[in-house]
């Protein structure tokens, strides 16, 4: 009898251990205010027109929300978050002594990943814009005091966060946390870290080795390699887990891009020849894994397959799920893909 009952509180103590780590998953770390589904959550409905939002000439680390239904930028020691539907603007508060080093939306809501920095300690917190929450993550030791945060990767469905911190030697650490607010340092093939990305539904990183020019991926030995190709970059990785490499030429464009999930081999990847190669900065992948040229003389950005041109105006600043957002006379500009 003993054992039995020994073996049943063990039993409820797990449950209650799960069900919480649950709870903390669903209303805390990278949750949402809808129920967490297997694929990132695609807002279709942001094809009315924008509220006049002006983004400041001197504004710094400018980026737009998944939906674009927010833009935020940083300005005078503040970080500015402007609701492009309303124009409503709220300030992310920061502590005495502590300071923006980066921040990041996480790709399926209107939510962002901040590193503060406090001397040589990282402070790493989420911003939940919907709520004008701020809550503290997790902080520890960065390798220098001089070092930044360059990049932060969230997966939202196994809970895990990737953050890249960059010291003015070109050294880059990867630093792992998950929603038990463990962390730890993350073994890479090389110390000069380009893009990387996460793979959404499995804990796996996907990095740019620059010193190479080759794309490796976390818990895989060897690079991507592929016939015919000695340089490559990583694109993006998207909805469906596919991951998204370009085939680099003597020019430094893109030609070729491969793509197929990390469970295959890359002999069996796709491939998509371009008609005329680009630059990777012209060159960008969505969620929903459609492939678009950005012509910046033409103000056009084409998607591959259909052929279908989207014009904007001025100044190109970055897609989301509907379309492309622009600046043009200090003015936020929504436009949806054709």
């Given at each position: 009898?003993?054992?039995?009952?020994?073996?049943?509180?063990?039993?409820?103590?797990?449950?209650?251990?799960?069900?919480?780590?649950?709870?903390?998953?669903?209303?805390?770390?990278?949750?949402?205010?809808?129920?967490?589904?297997?694929?990132?959550?695609?807002?279709?409905?942001?094809?009315?027109?924008?509220?006049?939002?002006?983004?400041?000439?001197?504004?710094?680390?400018?980026?737009?929300?998944?939906?674009?239904?927010?833009?935020?930028?940083?300005?005078?020691?503040?970080?500015?978050?402007?609701?492009?539907?309303?124009?409503?603007?709220?300030?992310?508060?920061?502590?005495?002594?502590?300071?923006?080093?980066?921040?990041?939306?996480?790709?399926?809501?209107?939510?962002?990943?901040?590193?503060?920095?406090?001397?040589?300690?990282?402070?790493?917190?989420?911003y939940d814009v919907d709520k004008s929450q701020?809550?503290?993550?997790?902080?520890?030791?960065?390798?220098?005091?001089?070092?930044?945060?360059?990049?932060?990767?969230?997966?939202?469905?196994?809970?895990?966060?990737?953050?890249?911190?960059?010291?003015?030697?070109?050294?880059?650490?990867?630093?792992?946390?998950?929603?038990?607010?463990?962390?730890?340092?993350?073994?890479?093939?090389?110390?000069?870290?380009?893009?990387?990305?996460?793979?959404?539904?499995?804990?796996?990183?996907?990095?740019?080795?620059?010193?190479?020019?080759?794309?490796?991926?976390?818990?895989?030995?060897?690079?991507?390699?592929?016939?015919?190709?000695?340089?490559?970059?990583?694109?993006?990785?998207?909805?469906?887990?596919?991951?998204?490499?370009?085939?680099?030429?003597?020019?430094?464009?893109?030609?070729?891009?491969?793509?197929?999930?990390?469970?295959?081999?890359?002999?069996?990847?796709?491939?998509?020849?371009?008609?005329?190669?680009?630059?990777?900065?012209?060159?960008?992948?969505?969620?929903?894994?459609?492939?678009?040229?950005?012509?910046?003389?033409?103000?056009?950005?084409?998607?591959?397959?259909?052929?279908?041109?989207?014009?904007?105006?001025?100044?190109?600043?970055?897609?989301?799920?509907?379309?492309?957002?622009?600046?043009?006379?200090?003015?936020?500009?929504?436009?949806?893909?054709?």
């Amino acid at each position: 009898m003993k054992v039995l009952k020994k073996i049943t509180i063990c039993i409820i103590i797990s449950l209650i251990i799960q069900f919480g780590g649950l709870f903390y998953i669903n209303n805390y770390f990278l949750a949402s205010n809808t129920v967490v589904k297997s694929k990132k959550v695609v807002n279709s409905s942001n094809k009315a027109s924008v509220f006049q939002v002006n983004v400041p000439n001197n504004a710094k680390s400018v980026n737009i929300s998944y939906d674009a239904n927010y833009i935020a930028y940083y300005l005078n020691n503040a970080l500015y978050v402007v609701n492009t539907k309303t124009g409503k603007s709220n300030n992310v508060s920061f502590s005495n002594g502590v300071k923006l080093s980066f921040y990041k939306w996480l790709p399926d809501r209107n939510r962002m990943l901040i590193a503060e920095k406090e001397n040589s300690n990282l402070l790493l917190s989420y911003y939940d814009v919907d709520k004008s929450q701020k809550n503290n993550i997790t902080k520890f030791a960065m390798i220098s005091s001089t070092a930044e945060v360059t990049d932060i990767e969230a997966a939202p469905l196994p809970n895990v966060i990737y953050i890249k911190v960059s010291n003015g030697a070109k050294e880059d650490v990867i630093y792992w946390v998950n929603i038990m607010k463990s962390k730890k340092k993350i073994n890479t093939k090389t110390y000069n870290i380009g893009n990387m990305e996460v793979v959404p539904h499995e804990d796996k990183m996907v990095y740019e080795d620059l010193i190479n020019n080759k794309v490796y991926a976390t818990g895989i030995n060897n690079a991507f390699s592929f016939i015919g190709s000695t340089k490559s970059c990583l694109l993006e990785i998207d909805n469906n887990d596919q991951v998204y490499i370009g085939d680099v030429d003597s020019s430094n464009n893109i030609g070729k891009i491969y793509f197929g999930t990390l469970k295959n081999n890359t002999s069996s990847w796709q491939t998509l020849q371009l008609n005329t190669p680009v630059s990777k900065a012209n060159l960008f992948v969505t969620a929903r894994g459609k492939v678009y040229i950005n012509d910046t003389l033409k103000g056009t950005v084409e998607e591959f397959k259909t052929g279908k041109k989207t014009t904007y105006k001025c100044i190109f600043l970055q897609p989301y799920s509907d379309g492309i957002t622009s600046i043009n006379n200090g003015i936020l500009v929504k436009t949806p893909f054709n």
